[in-house]
């Protein structure tokens, strides 16, 4: 019996030394994700606890979270069985942010100045809801099969799609939400927010005012190998610094999106591992570093916060849209984007018209051919922050394709050959893509619409010429 209880205790302190070295110091990024996750789902998007738990907490040890909500005071306090309490609180104009034991709750904070235009306009380009456009090109019902197919059918629970619009010609052509979503229903495109930051250096260039060919502007890499890195390398995650990108444990991706203070700082204080444009490393450490790279194109953090609606997300009426900061108030450009599909849908349309809207060009139109021209180093799979097709990942669609992508399997598709955005949001990223937009693109005839019409009148005018011999 004492042999067995000294093989039971052996085990025993095995069992605590191992949580204590494995478990323990990931209780803090997991209890800060679950605050995060509730705080901006609950006050952006109106989700219930209940609902956030069983979906977009459904993750492998974030259920361990314990959450409870203050809508008073608009916070968020989440724990793992009492331990590691973290406080994520939602400030109106800023979204939810993740806070530690030394932030001044207290302290007044800027807002972005936000513009609703109303122009009259239907859908995607005004405030007016769309009315139905048919294109004889399209079998319709090809169409609604291929978007009813990514969906779970009841009871299942694989593809986890939220939402799909398909935008053909700039018409809304197919739209489909799951049960508790809908038209109005933001959702966060997580690493999609990455080629909204890359996008306000587009803006900035044509507006003269950046040149992204010249040396990042930090300080600390002045003296040394990391003075010689680009903009123009970071936008293609090309800089050579050294950066862990996994969220399956502490990794510098994790510690700086659950911990740190000033997010653009974390890919700063990295050393060079390469030499510029050598080696590509997927970075959400860059984008936030580019996101600090833009404030500092301004005199005040008040114009700083405006642009980024100013120029873009209001400029193209994506009213629902939100960007959320950390502490030091800076844009989280890596991650935490949120809007509704259909403004999603308007951010891809952009693209595909090499940045006009409504008759302004936001951004020269060779900024859209550079976001999707692959770097030298990703094997045709990434542009300057955005993903691309180049290299044929998605064989059975256009190799034009480009995309923003992000985690759960959130998407914009940007289809220039067939005048095409796909966008489709959800919870999981076991889905097949590719078949998706084999079948949403198979709905489409190769003839245009415009060459269809051109051929009936020409067919039209031939039976009139044999109805008047």
Known sequence: MKKFLKVLAVLLLIIVVYLRIAIYPQLDLISGFSAKSVASGHFIDSRSLETIEKGDNDIDKVDWATNEINDVKKNVTSSVYGLKERKAIYRQGLGATLINNDFDVTKQYKVPQRYSFKNGREYPYGDIEPKDTLFSNIDYTKLEKAIANAFDKKGEKKKQTRSVVVLYKGKLIAEKYAVGFNKNSKILGWSMTKSLTATYFGILQKQGKIDIMKSAPIDEWKNDERSKITINDLLHMNSGL?????????????????????????????????????HWNYSSGTTNLLSGILRKQFKTHQDYLNFWYSSLIDKIGMNSMIVETDMA????????????????????????????????????????????TPTNTSNGQYGAHFWLNAGGVYHDVPRDMYRCSGFQGQMVFIIPSLDLVVVRMGLSEDFDFNGFLKNVVGSLTIIDDDTYLKESLRKKEKLNRKDTK
Not at 245 to 268: G, V
Not at 332 to 338: A, D, E, K
Not at 348 to 364: A, I, P
Request: hydrophobic share 35%.
């Open 242 to 278: 050294e950066w862990e990108e996994d969220y399956t444990k502490i990794s510098d991706a994790t510690k700086m999106l659950f911990q740190a203070e000033d997010m653009t700082k974390s890919q700063i204080e990295k050393s060079a591992k390469y030499k510029p444009n050598t």
């Open 329 to 372: 108030g800076n844009f989280v450009g890596s991650s935490y984007g949120w809007a509704t599909t259909r403004d999603w849908a308007k951010f891809g349309l952009l693209y595909l018209h090499k940045g006009n809207w409504n008759g302004e060009q936001l951004f020269d139109e060779s900024w859209a051919k550079y976001v999707a």
